[in-house]
């Protein structure tokens, strides 16, 4: 069974920084995409970023692009997301996932929810104005 547990969220004002961590168990962390999605109250889980296997891509929502930065330490099972200038519609409870399918996925397999088999159990970002 694969466990994600997501650190590091917490409250900061506007235009401060955070970066959050999830550390994967399991032995074939380095086989599948991960990815960050958010989901702010009463709205729908929405993607925020993705990586691929050996970090060779990165995907981002438009409302983050530029500001936000995944990576990965296959060595260490752990995805990282750097958040700078955070805005309070940043607020949200953040989830790390991993990819159901190990190796190539198609471009528009990044952003569904539903592709994703594991997630951890979040941990709330809050950005202040």
């Known amino acids: 069974q694969v466990q994600l547990v997501e650190s590091g969220g917490g409250l900061v004002q506007a235009g401060g920084s955070l970066r959050l961590s999830c550390a994967a168990s399991?032995?074939?962390?380095?086989?599948?995409?991960m990815a960050w999605f958010r989901q702010a109250p009463g709205k729908e889980r929405e993607f925020v970023s993705a990586i691929s296997r050996s970090a060779g891509t990165t995907y981002y929502a438009d409302s983050v692009k530029g500001r936000f930065t995944i990576s990965r330490d296959n060595a260490k099972n752990t995805v990282y997301l750097q958040m700078n200038s955070l805005k309070p519609e940043d607020t949200a409870v953040y989830y790390c996932?991993?990819?159901?399918?190990?190796?190539?996925?198609?471009?528009?397999?990044?952003?569904?929810?539903?592709?994703?088999?594991?997630w951890g159990q979040g941990t709330q970002v809050t950005v202040s104005s």
């Open positions: 399991g032995r074939t962390f380095s086989a599948y995409t």
């Open positions: 996932a991993r990819h159901t399918t190990a190796g190539y996925i198609d471009i528009s397999d990044y952003y569904l929810p539903s592709r994703y088999a594991y």
